[in-house]
């Protein structure tokens, strides 16, 4: 029953801004953490920033103090809020939504450009 659709990538030129949301439906009440990963073609999937369904936040070093997570209870919907883009935040971005804190579900995955 669990969808999970992300949206709001694009290209920008660098030091520019992007804003990601991951909305998801279904067995929503259920949701432990909510993070946004990226992947690069040939690269390991990296985790950029998560928050748990109590708001607690979590980044990768790589974009503290640019990115900031959020979350919209009422539209099951979080946000990833990505400022100061450089080329190395190219990326396919995907949403990871954990249930019960065990089972994962992906997105599809939305593309972001930075170019230079």
């Known amino acids: 029953q669990m969808r999970v659709v992300e949206s709001g990538g694009g290209m920008v030129q660098a030091g520019g801004s992007l804003r990601l949301s991951c909305a998801a439906s279904?067995?929503?009440?259920?949701?432990?953490?909510i993070g946004w990963y990226r992947q690069v073609p040939g690269q390991q999937r990296e985790l950029a920033a998560s928050?748990?369904?109590?708001?607690?936040?979590n980044y990768a070093d790589s974009v503290k103090g640019r990115f900031t997570i959020s979350r919209d209870p009422a539209k099951n919907t979080v946000y990833l809020q990505m400022n100061s883009l450089t080329p190395e935040d190219t990326a396919v971005y995907y949403c990871k939504v954990v249930v019960f804190g065990i089972r994962a579900y992906w997105g599809q995955g939305t593309q972001v450009t930075v170019s230079s």
């Open positions: 928050i748990t369904n109590d708001g607690k936040t």
């Open positions: 279904g067995s929503t009440s259920s949701i432990t953490t």
